[in-house]
């Protein structure tokens, strides 16, 4: 069920996530918002299977688990790295490429070694993100970040496969970026960008 409805702000929402590398950027970028983040790791939430194919069908999945848990709004963010030679993988199966104990070096690797010698080097980041009311209401937002795939990993900062990606228009990979120039142009920052305009109720003037 989707609908109109918009959060206050000044509002609480569950952020419907246990990586603490989103946890610190949905802060971050919703600080100028008043609207108040606690996680679903803090609030000891069970982590739903996500077992949709698509981004929005997993961010729905993760929303509405935390809506229905705590009787909260919930947030949640679905994001992936799709590479085009890899016809788009791993995309929504880009955790699962770090295998059971979150390994990107491994991952990084195997999304280096599936490419070959492809001289296509596109990727992009997606991220949709789901706003879920306890009655089952849902809003979505997207955002997307083109770029490159750059070989060897680069940089320190970040998390995830920010190391062999480089964004268009710059030629340091997300890892060599500080986190405020990263949230200005990456997949999440554009799809929170959307959603403050979208899904929260502006400032009176
Ligand atoms: P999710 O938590 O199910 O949305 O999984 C998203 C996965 O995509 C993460 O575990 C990362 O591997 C990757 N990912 C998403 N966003 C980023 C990012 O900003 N930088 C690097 N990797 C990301």
Same mark, same amino acid.
């Given at each position: 069920?989707?609908?109109?409805?918009?959060?206050?702000?000044?509002?609480?929402?569950?952020?419907?996530?246990?990586?603490?590398?989103? &946890?610190?950027?949905?802060?971050?970028?919703?600080?100028?918002?008043?609207?108040?983040? !606690?996680?679903?790791?803090?609030?000891? &939430?069970?982590?739903?299977?996500?077992?949709?194919?698509?981004?929005?069908?997993?961010?729905?999945?993760?929303?509405?688990?935390?809506?229905?848990?705590?009787?909260?709004?919930?947030?949640?963010?679905?994001?992936?790295?799709?590479?085009?030679?890899?016809?788009?993988?791993?995309?929504?199966?880009?955790?699962?490429?770090?295998?059971?104990?979150?390994?990107?070096?491994?991952?990084?690797?195997?999304?280096?070694?599936?490419?070959?010698?492809?001289?296509?080097?596109?990727?992009?980041?997606?991220? !949709? &993100?789901?706003?879920?009311?306890?009655?089952?209401?849902?809003?979505?937002?997207?955002?997307?970040?083109?770029?490159?795939?750059?070989?060897?990993?680069?940089?320190?900062?970040?998390?995830?496969?920010?190391?062999?990606?480089?964004?268009?228009?710059?030629?340091?990979?997300?890892?060599?970026?500080?986190?405020?120039?990263?949230?200005?142009?990456?997949?999440?920052?554009?799809?929170?960008?959307?959603?403050?305009?979208?899904? !929260?109720?502006?400032?009176?003037?």
């Amino acid at each position: 069920m989707s609908s109109e409805r918009r959060l206050q702000r000044g509002e609480r929402i569950v952020l419907a996530s246990h990586n603490k590398g989103k &946890l610190v950027e949905f802060r971050a970028l919703l600080a100028e918002s008043g609207i108040e983040i !606690v996680s679903a790791a803090e609030l000891g &939430l069970a982590e739903p299977e996500e077992t949709a194919d698509s981004f929005e069908g997993n961010a729905a999945i993760k929303a509405l688990a935390a809506a229905k848990a705590t009787g909260l709004p919930a947030l949640s963010d679905d994001s992936g790295f799709c590479v085009a030679a890899l016809d788009g993988r791993p995309g929504v199966y880009s955790a699962r490429w770090a295998g059971p104990d979150g390994n990107m070096t491994l991952a990084m690797q195997r999304v280096h070694d599936e490419m070959g010698a492809s001289p296509d080097k596109k990727a992009a980041f997606v991220a !949709v &993100l789901c706003l879920a009311w306890p009655d089952g209401t849902t809003r979505f937002t997207e955002g997307r970040c083109e770029g490159e795939v750059c070989w060897p990993p680069r940089g320190d900062q970040g998390h995830g496969y920010d190391p062999i990606f480089v964004p268009q228009g710059d030629c340091r990979s997300f890892a060599e970026l500080s986190s405020d120039e990263k949230n200005a142009t990456s997949h999440r920052g554009r799809a929170l960008t959307r959603f403050l305009q979208s899904c !929260v109720t502006p400032d009176p003037v």
